[in-house]
Nanobody
Framework: QVYLVESGGGLAQAGGSLRLSCSAS????????MGWFRQAPGKEREFVAA????????YYEDSVKGRFTISRDNAKNTVYLQMNSLKPEDTAVYYC????????????????????WGRGTQVTVSS
């Protein structure tokens, strides 16, 4: 079993920054992609960013390109999401996700690709 724990959420003003972290633990942790998704009240969970664990390739949802940066520390089994120039519409619960490093044929932006999920961390951006 793999456990994902997010941290770093909180309250920020519009134009401000927050950095989310997600630490993975588990005896046999092995992943191909880790990603961040978010869910605002009354909305479906949506893709934010993903990173290839081996080569560091990154993918972003259009609305966060140029503002958010996903990165990883393989030695610490941790993925980060640096969020700059925050907007009120970024307000949501942010979830970390990891796949099982088994071929699925699903794109990194597809939430059904991911097998493990954290409990989420709240990000609130005030105007």
């Amino acid at each position: 079993q793999v456990y994902l724990v997010e941290s770093g959420g909180g309250l920020a003003q519009a134009g401000g920054s927050l950095r989310l972290s997600c630490s993975a633990s588990g005896r046999t942790f092995s992943t191909n992609y880790m990603g961040w998704f978010r869910q605002a009240p009354g909305k479906e969970r949506e893709f934010v960013a993903a990173i290839n664990w081996s080569d560091g390739r990154t993918y972003y949802e259009d609305s966060v390109k140029g503002r958010f940066t996903i990165s990883r520390d393989n030695a610490k089994n941790t993925v980060y999401l640096q969020m700059n120039s925050l907007k009120p519409e970024d307000t949501a619960v942010y979830y970390c996700a990891a796949d099982r490093n088994v071929y699925s044929g699903l794109l990194p932006a597809n939430l059904y690709r991911y097998d493990y999920w954290g409990r989420g961390t709240q990000v609130t951006v005030s105007s």
